[in-house]
């Protein structure tokens, strides 16, 4: 699969820049969703930019990426590379987000390779954030499996399953204006 072939890539490109770097996105929920939806991109979320954001895009470009920033600052770099296909990688920007790379969970992506990634319960948070029709969609399928986000956290000190239950308790309100705005239809906003 291309995701877990540009996934692997830019981790080592990454770890080898000593940036702090954790799996976001639908890679991410389709950790703890019990069927995976399919994607074409992958999703990062760094700590920092390394030595500078001007390296990093010099060290993805000498790799065969293609970098366009997102934008004016800089906090989301779009990637796209002729094999490994799609990527983004966003920059924490606030206190939150350094809490969530801090508490990624190491997960086997293949049988030789592990890579870290966000909780479930920042996965939740974060597609509340982005609060697209899609991302509501993976929230509602994280929460419909039988996996126990409290058992999941274990005592990492994450909230678990009460945190989960405020998060699920918004999303008839986040999705009807997300359906509004985003129509599954393609149809145009109301």
């Given at each position: 699969?291309?995701?877990?072939?540009?996934?692997?890539?830019?981790?080592?490109?990454?770890d080898?820049?000593?940036?702090?770097?954790?799996?976001?996105?639908?890679?991410?929920a389709?950790?703890?969703?019990?069927?995976?939806?399919?994607?074409?991109?992958?999703?990062?979320?760094?700590?920092?930019?390394?030595?500078?954001?001007?390296?990093?895009?010099?060290?993805?470009v000498?790799?065969?990426?293609?970098?366009?920033?997102?934008?004016?600052?800089?906090?989301?770099?779009?990637?796209?590379?002729?094999?490994?296909?799609?990527?983004?990688?966003?920059?924490?920007?606030?206190?939150?987000?350094?809490?969530?790379?801090?508490?990624?969970?190491?997960?086997?992506?293949?049988?030789?390779?592990?890579?870290?990634?966000?909780?479930?319960?920042?996965?939740?948070?974060?597609?509340?954030?982005?609060?697209?029709?899609?991302?509501?969609?993976?929230?509602?399928?994280?929460?419909?499996?039988?996996?126990?986000?409290?058992?999941?956290?274990?005592?990492?000190?994450?909230?678990g399953?009460?945190?989960?239950?405020?998060?699920?308790?918004?999303?008839?309100?986040?999705?009807?204006?997300?359906?509004?705005?985003?129509?599954?239809?393609?149809?145009v906003?109301?």
């Amino acid at each position: 699969m291309a995701s877990r072939t540009a996934l692997s890539h830019l981790g080592k490109l990454l770890d080898g820049l000593s940036i702090r770097w954790v799996l976001i996105g639908a890679l991410a929920a389709n950790r703890y969703r019990s069927s995976p939806r399919l994607t074409n991109d992958v999703d990062l979320l760094l700590a920092n930019a390394g030595e500078s954001i001007d390296v990093l895009e010099a060290t993805l470009v000498g790799a065969g990426w293609s970098v366009h920033r997102a934008d004016r600052g800089g906090e989301l770099l779009r990637l796209t590379h002729a094999v490994f296909g799609v990527a983004d990688l966003l920059f924490a920007g606030t206190h939150y987000q350094d809490l969530a790379i801090q508490r990624a969970l190491v997960e086997p992506i293949d049988d030789d390779e592990d890579a870290p990634v966000l909780t479930p319960e920042d996965v939740v948070v974060h597609k509340l954030i982005a609060g697209r029709y899609q991302d509501l969609a993976d929230i509602d399928a994280i929460l419909d499996t039988k996996l126990t986000l409290a058992d999941r956290a274990g005592a990492r000190g994450v909230h678990g399953a009460a945190d989960a239950g405020r998060a699920r308790s918004r999303i008839p309100e986040r999705r009807a204006g997300s359906m509004a705005a985003h129509p599954p239809d393609g149809g145009v906003p109301k």
